[in-house]
C-alpha cells in the first residue's frame, strides 16, 4: 500500500481549532467542519508527516536513518538504493527486540510493492536468527505479539526451525491471538496498568494500528481496530489543545516540563489537527497504515464549549508482591484499582489520581495543564509530588530482589533514586479533587529517604506572587493558579543535583538545556505535609488581582498534627476536608470510590466489566461493543 500525498491546503483547521477555544470563551457553540472537510484535511497532514520523513533522509549517509525511515522510503518508492543498504545494516545484527519486531512489520507491509526478493529474504533470516526479548510491561508485550502474529501471517506455513523461538507460524499466531483478545478484554473491561501515558501511547497506537492495517485474520483485525479508537477516545477526553492532560502512569522528566514534546501530542495534530507538527515514529506508523480517523473523535478532542467533569477507573500494574488490602485478582494476578478525575475546561484541564504506589518509578498522580495555541517549548503545567523510591516499589512491580531492584531501575531511569525527580509515586500521598480544586495531604515516616515535597513552578509563568497570607499566585496562559503549602519550603532550582544537567541517562537527559531550565520548585522538607491549590479561568474575574481578593477571603483549616487534615470552601462554594489516611469528603459525603464509574462524562461512558465503551457528541452516538466485536453509529437529528 503507497500512500498517496496530495496537495491541499490546511491551515484552515488549526484555525478552526483555535476559533473552538475562542467560542467556548464566549459561551457559543463550536462549528466542526463536515466529515468530509476533516478526511481531506487528515489526508494532507498524512502527507504532510510522510514528506517530512522522506526530506529529511540523506541518501549519501549510509550509516543513518532506523526502520521507520527504511519503511517510509519503501512506501513510497523513494530512495531505494538509500533503503536497501540500511535494512541490510539494520538486519546484520538486530536490536531492540520488540522496537525491531513492530518497525520490521511496518517496513515488511507498508513497504512490500518496492522490497525485492533479495531483500524479503534479507528480512526472513533476521526472523530466524535473531531472539527479540519478549520485554517486561504492557506495552512491550502487546507490541512484542502484534509483531509475530503478522510476521507469522505473512510467512504463514513455515515449520518451527524456520522460526527463532522454534514455534511454527501456526503456533506463533495462535498463540499472539490468545495474548491479544485477552488483552483487549482486560483493557476493555477493567483498564490497562500504563494508563493514560503520553509517552507510551506511542508503542500501544504502533501495534494496534499495524493489527488494523495488515492482520488478515477478521476478528482479531476488527478488535484492534476497536481497541485503537478506545485508545484514542481515552486521550480525547483528557485532550487540552493537543497535551495530554492530567495523571499519567508513566511519564519523563522532559514531558512533564514540557508536555508537548510527548508522543501524545505529535498524534493529536495529525488526528486532530491541534498544536504543531512533530516527527514520531508511531504518528508515522498510524499515517502509512492508511488509518482513517472517525469524525467523531476530532469533535470530542476539540470541543471545549463548556467545561464537565470526567471520571475513569483503570488498574495498577501487576503487582508481584507488596499487593495490600485494596487490591483484586484479575486474570490470575493482583491489581489495584486507580480512581482517575478531570476538569476539563476552555483554557486548561486539571487531573487526578488518589495517590499511592498506582505504577512504578514514572507516575504522575497530578497536574495542571493550560491552553496553548502552539504548546511546542512551553512548560504549560503545575503539579506537585513526594519524590519517592524504595526496594519495597521495586519489588512490588519487579521480579529482582530486595537488594539489587534500586540499582537496576536507577540504571536505566536514572533520576529514580534523585531528590529532585519530578515524576513519582508514594505511599505516603493522599490527593482529592473536585472540579477546579485540588488537595494533597502526606505523612512522610522517618527513615523514607526524600522526607519534601516538590511543587514545580514553571518558567513560563507569569505575575507570580508570594502574598503575606501563605498563598502563593500565577497566571499560566490563560489560567489563573493559587497554592497554598500547608509547610515553609525554599525555592530550588529543578534540577538542583545537576543529575539531568549533567548528560546522565543519555537520551532521558537530551535536550536539557532547552526544555529543564528556567523552572523551579518549592521544596518543603516537612514530613507531614500538604497543600491546596485553587485553579480559575481568566474569563471569571476582571483581572490576578480580583482573583487573589476571592481566593484569600475563602475558608481554610488546616493543621498538621497529629496528622495532616485540612477544610477548605472552594471558588464554587463547595467545602472539600480529609485527614490524611481516611476518605476524603466533598460537602461533608464521603467520595464513593466503590462505586467509581469505568468511565463516566460528557463524551465517554461506560460500566467496568462490561467491555462496552459509548462515545457520544451532540447527537451522535458510536457504540464500541468488544463482547461481540461490533461498532454501532446512530445520529438522532433533534440533537445540535
Not at 351 to 370: A, E, K, M, V, Y
Request: charged share 20%; with cysteine; net charge negative.
Amino acid at each position: 500500500m503507497t500512500i498517496p500525498r496530495p496537495r491541499i491546503l490546511i491551515g484552515w483547521l488549526s484555525a478552526a481549532c483555535v476559533g473552538m477555544v475562542a467560542a467556548a470563551a464566549a459561551g457559543e457553540l463550536p462549528h466542526f467542519p463536515s466529515a468530509a472537510e476533516m478526511n481531506t484535511s487528515f489526508q494532507e497532514r498524512r502527507a504532510t508527516l510522510i514528506d517530512a520523513y522522506i526530506n529529511r533522509i540523506d541518501p549519501a549517509d549510509l550509516e543513518r536513518g532506523g526502520l521507520h525511515d527504511v519503511a517510509v522510503n519503501f512506501n513510497q518508492g523513494t530512495n531505494l538504493e538509500w533503503a536497501r543498504v540500511r535494512l541490510r545494516a539494520l538486519c546484520e545484527s538486530p536490536r531492540g527486540a520488540m522496537f525491531w519486531m513492530f518497525p520490521m512489520v511496518l517496513t515488511m507491509n507498508a513497504g512490500k510493492e518496492n522490497l525485492s526478493d533479495e531483500d524479503l529474504a534479507v528480512i526472513r533470516e533476521a526472523w530466524r536468527t535473531y531472539f527479540p526479548y519478549r520485554g517486561d510491561t504492557e506495552n512491550h508485550w502487546l507490541m512484542y505479539y502484534a509483531s509475530i502474529y503478522l510476521a507469522a501471517e505473512y510467512w504463514p506455513d513455515l515449520p518451527g526451525d524456520e522460526w527463532y523461538n522454534g514455534k511454527s507460524s501456526a503456533e506463533n499466531r495462535a498463540e499472539a491471538k490468545e495474548y491479544l483478545m485477552e488483552t483487549f478484554r482486560i483493557t476493555t473491561g477493567y483498564g490497562r496498568g500504563e494508563y493514560d501515558s503520553p509517552n507510551y501511547i506511542d508503542p500501544y497506537v504502533s501495534a494496534l494500528a499495524l493489527l488494523t492495517a495488515w492482520c488478515r485474520d477478521p476478528e482479531l483485525r476488527k478488535m484492534a481496530e476497536m481497541q485503537l479508537e478506545a485508545d484514542f477516545a481515552d486521550f480525547a477526553v483528557e485532550n487540552i489543545g493537543g497535551v495530554y492532560g492530567g495523571a499519567h502512569s508513566r511519564i519523563y522528566p522532559k514531558h512533564t516540563i514540557q508536555p508537548a514534546l510527548a508522543a501524545s501530542t505529535s498524534l493529536a495534530w495529525l488526528l486532530w489537527g491541534q498544536g504543531e507538527m512533530a516527527l514520531n515514529g508511531s504518528a508515522l506508523l498510524l499515517a502509512l497504515t492508511g488509518y482513517q480517523p472517525p469524525a467523531i473523535l476530532q469533535k470530542i478532542a476539540t470541543d471545549r464549549s463548556e467545561s464537565y467533569v470526567h471520571r475513569e477507573l483503570k488498574r495498577t500494574r501487576w503487582r508481584m508482591r507488596h499487593a495490600g488490602p485494596e487490591s483484586f485478582e484479575l486474570a490470575g494476578h493482583r491489581t489495584k484499582p486507580v480512581y482517575k478525575y478531570s476538569y476539563m475546561t476552555p483554557h486548561y484541564m486539571l487531573g487526578s489520581s488518589q495517590g499511592g504506589l498506582l505504577q512504578p518509578i514514572q507516575q504522575q498522580t497530578w497536574s495542571l495543564n493550560w491552553y496553548e495555541e502552539k504548546p511546542l517549548g512551553v512548560a504549560s503545567t503545575f503539579f506537585a509530588l513526594h519524590p519517592y523510591y524504595s526496594a519495597r516499589e521495586g519489588t512490588m512491580y519487579f521480579g529482582a530482589d530486595w537488594d539489587t531492584v534500586v540499582d537496576l531501575i536507577a540504571r536505566s531511569k536514572v533520576d529514580y533514586n534523585s531528590p529532585d525527580k519530578l515524576m513519582s509515586g508514594s505511599p505516603h500521598e493522599q490527593v482529592f479533587q473536585h472540579k477546579s480544586a485540588l488537595i494533597g495531604l502526606y505523612d512522610i515516616p522517618p527513615g523514607t529517604h526524600f522526607p519534601h515535597l516538590n511543587t514545580f513552578f514553571s518558567r513560563d509563568l507569569t505575575h507570580r506572587v508570594e502574598d503575606p497570607s501563605g498563598w502563593m499566585f500565577a497566571q499560566g496562559g490563560e489560567t489563573y493558579i493559587a497554592y497554598r503549602p500547608f509547610a515553609p519550603g525554599e525555592w530550588r532550582p529543578t534540577d538542583w543535583t545537576g543529575l539531568l544537567a549533567g548528560g546522565a541517562g543519555a537520551w532521558i537527559s537530551s535536550g536539557h538545556e532547552e526544555w529543564g531550565t528556567g523552572h523551579q520548585v518549592f521544596a518543603s522538607e516537612s514530613p507531614r505535609n500538604g497543600y491546596v491549590a485553587q485553579f480559575a479561568s481568566v474569563d471569571d474575574f476582571t483581572d490576578i488581582e480580583a482573583f487573589m481578593k476571592a481566593v484569600k477571603a475563602l475558608p481554610l483549616r488546616f493543621a498538621l498534627s497529629p496528622k495532616a487534615s485540612v477544610e477548605f470552601t472552594t471558588l464554587d462554594g463547595v467545602v472539600m476536608s480529609g485527614t490524611y489516611g481516611e476518605t476524603p469528603l466533598i460537602d461533608g459525603e464521603p467520595i464513593d470510590y466503590e462505586n467509581w464509574p469505568f468511565y463516566e462524562g460528557p463524551f465517554l461512558n461506560a460500566k467496568r466489566g462490561e467491555n462496552v465503551l459509548h462515545l457520544r457528541h451532540g447527537g451522535e452516538s458510536r457504540i464500541l461493543d468488544f463482547r461481540h466485536a461490533t461498532v454501532t453509529e446512530t445520529v438522532d437529528s433533534t440533537q445540535p
